[in-house]
């Protein structure tokens, strides 16, 4: 059925486009790839973790669709994480097409996931933040054990953010929405109306507006709501997003994503009786829970909320003992 991602199909079509579903080991359970002809080959954005059953979907779907892995001649991805990234790799080996990952996520990627320094690299952050040493060394254990899940690494090169490209017989551009990751790129169809929106508006939920401590936005809130505004200009029609299904309400879902960031920033200044670290905020506010990754998600959206209350002159920072206390300006 074009347009609605079935739970009985692995792939379908959006116009000319293929979507391809794949499985992962998280709470969405799912994300969509997209494979498209170009006038320059076979383009694919996104391509799913790497787990063996996501090998055997994009294996089955090429044939399905009647091409081979040497008919691929580019690859690009939306961002960095796992569930968009995680196959390219394994991609470029069987098609030899160049990855695209913007340059901010490129830097991202290198400093975080690439890295044989994890720890060193998020300590001083997330000390500052309120974590202690069982937190931060709980969260690089996490990224270490998922790691295998983006084997083996691509070579990447740097996509510019207006970079034109065909699919399917239309064109579309390359955009930067950061918030979801500092990096983050859509492509916008000049001629269709389209939007392959990767992570940053999908229909069932809101996903996180920032990827602390991955991230060297100051105000991802502020930048975020920035670029939602600038797709409001575009004139788009349907979103392919990166995770369940394809629709249509761009401006209403925007207008959602605002209103929830709003009424949590409105909670976090309310919550603020005394100066307090961001972590002891988030727990207080949004509730802990067991996951590492969760844990890093909740304190990161606390963080940006308190940013952009700091940046609105709401909020100011003290800093004791190497902790940032967060006070509310009376």
């Known amino acids: 059925m074009q347009g609605e991602l079935s739970r009985k199909q692995i792939l379908l079509k959006q116009g000319d486009i293929f979507v391809l579903k794949t499985t992962m080991p998280f709470p969405l359970r799912e994300s969509n790839a997209y494979i498209a002809e170009s006038d320059e080959g076979w383009v694919v954005i996104d391509t799913g973790v790497n787990i063996p059953e996501n090998q055997y979907r994009w294996t089955q779907a090429l044939k399905e669709i009647g091409i081979y892995f040497g008919h691929i001649s580019k690859i690009y991805i939306t961002h960095y994480h796992h569930d968009h990234m995680g196959l390219a790799g394994w991609l470029q080996q069987k098609s030899q097409a160049p990855v695209y990952l913007s340059e901010a996520d490129v830097e991202t990627f290198h400093t975080y996931i690439s890295s044989n320094y994890y720890y060193e690299a998020i300590k001083d952050w997330c000390l500052q933040a309120g974590w202690n040493q069982e937190l931060i060394k709980a969260l690089d254990d996490d990224v270490k054990s998922i790691d295998i899940l983006m084997q083996p690494y691509p070579q990447l090169t740097p996509l510019p953010e207006g970079r034109e490209i065909n699919l399917a017989g239309c064109r579309y551009r390359t955009y930067l929405l950061p918030g979801h990751s500092d990096g983050h790129v859509v492509f916008a169809g000049i001629d269709n109306g389209w939007l392959i929106g990767g992570d940053n508006i999908i229909k069932h939920t809101i996903l996180h507006l920032t990827d602390w401590p991955h991230t060297r936005l100051i105000n991802p809130l502020e930048e975020h709501m920035q670029a939602l505004q600038k797709l409001l200009t575009m004139k788009i029609n349907s979103v392919l997003p990166g995770h369940g299904i394809i629709f249509s309400d761009i401006g209403e879902k925007i207008a959602l994503i605002e209103q ?41 959206e606390t963080l940006a909320y308190l940013n952009a209350l700091a940046s609105q002159q709401q909020v100011e920072i003290e800093k004791r003992k190497g902790v940032n206390y967060y006070k509310r300006i009376s």
Do not use: M, S
Request: a positive charge; zero cysteines; aromatic letters at 8%.
């Open 260 to 300: 929830h960031h709003e009424k949590r920033k409105d909670q976090v200044l309310l919550g603020l009786k005394e100066p307090t670290p961001a972590w002891n905020l988030a727990v207080q506010l949004f509730r802990d829970n067991p996951y590492i990754h969760i844990k890093r998600l909740i304190l990161a």
